[in-house]
Nanobody, 123 residues
Framework: QVQLVESGGGLVQAGGSLRLSCVAS????????MGWFRQAPGKERESVAA????????YYADSMRGRFTISRDNAKNTVYLQIDSLKPEDTAVYYC????????????????WGKGTLVTVSS
């Protein structure tokens, strides 16, 4: 079992940046994959980025390339999502998730989920 706790969300003006954090506990994350997802009001949950814990290989949804950067700190059991040049359409609850599979990015391929952190971008 893996427990995930996200933090770092908040209210930010368009053009600003945020770094979201996800601390994992419960068991070693190797060879898990970790992912970030988001869900805006009235919309389906969508993939943002994923990273293989052991190798650090990164995957990004096509629409998320350029402004989103996923990274990890093995020593801290923490995954980060850096979001730059924030836009109002980035407003959503951002979720961290863990998968027993490698190289996956779709929400249904992830087994463990955090409760999410809200990001609100004002224009």
């Amino acid at each position: 079992q893996v427990q995930l706790v996200e933090s770092g969300g908040g209210l930010v003006q368009a053009g600003g940046s945020l770094r979201l954090s996800c601390v994992a506990s419960g068991r070693t994350l190797n060879p898990y994959s970790m992912g970030w997802f988001r869900q805006a009001p009235g919309k389906e949950r969508e993939s943002v980025a994923a990273i293989t814990w052991s190798s650090g290989t990164r995957y990004y949804a096509d629409s998320m390339r350029g402004r989103f950067t996923i990274s990890r700190d093995n020593a801290k059991n923490t995954v980060y999502l850096q979001i730059d040049s924030l836009k109002p359409e980035d407003t959503a609850v951002y979720y961290c998730a863990a998968s027993r599979l490698i190289g996956v990015t779709a929400p249904h391929q992830f087994n463990f989920w955090g409760k999410g952190t809200l990001v609100t971008v004002s224009s």
